[in-house]
């Protein structure tokens, strides 16, 4: 019974997430990192929104570890243009996931329940295989870091819902 964070970030909240997560959780943690890295330019973020519009997958850099050891993913994405990102689109649809428990955390600017999302992300991880138990999201403000004051006690409250 191992567990594992693995999350994309581009501009470090969703990472900051993931490693209030894999405290609470005392999880491995993996970042999924793209070949070819983004231009934080107004082409970059446009390209990006286009990409994710699309359901685009992008070309990753090899994890360090075979994730066939873990029983338990917890699964974290920013949310672009109203889907989830091309690093996720790509790990899960090159991921075998039968028999592993998923738990999706999702960072967002916006305040309303990313439900599309969560959707769109179900579906697909149980095409692969796995079965999504739970999903949170948290609210971030696009041009600051994470606020870990506020998102660590929303982690702390969801993983503690998990448990019980
Ligand atoms: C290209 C791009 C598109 C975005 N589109 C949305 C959106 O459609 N809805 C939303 O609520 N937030 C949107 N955001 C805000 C991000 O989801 C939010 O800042 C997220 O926490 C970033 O995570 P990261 O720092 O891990 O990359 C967008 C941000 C970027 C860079």
Redesign the pocket.
């Given at each position: 019974m191992k567990s594992a964070v693995v999350?994309?970030?581009?501009?470090?909240?969703?990472?900051?997430?993931a490693k209030i997560l894999q405290e609470l959780t005392g999880s491995d943690l993996f970042k999924l990192e793209e070949a070819k890295p983004r231009k934080s330019s107004t082409p970059g973020?446009?390209g990006?929104?286009f990409s994710?519009l699309m359901g685009g997958k992008s070309r990753l850099k090899p994890l360090a570890a075979d994730l066939k050891a873990y029983d338990t993913i917890f699964l974290?994405t920013?949310?672009?243009?109203?889907?989830s990102?091309p690093a996720i689109n790509a790990w899960i649809s090159d991921s075998e996931l039968k028999g592993k428990k998923i738990y999706l955390f999702v960072?967002?600017?916006?305040k309303k329940v990313?439900q599309a999302v969560f959707d769109s992300l179900k579906l697909r991880t149980e095409a692969h295989g796995g079965k999504v138990m739970d999903s949170t999201f948290?609210?971030?403000?696009?041009k600051e870091p994470?606020d870990g004051e506020k998102a660590r006690p929303v982690l702390a409250d969801w993983v503690r819902s998990l448990e019980g």
């Open positions: 999350y994309y970030s581009w501009t470090g909240k969703t990472e900051a997430a973020f446009l990006a929104c994710a974290g920013p949310v672009w243009a109203g889907h990102v960072t967002q600017g916006d990313p948290i609210q971030t403000v696009m994470l």
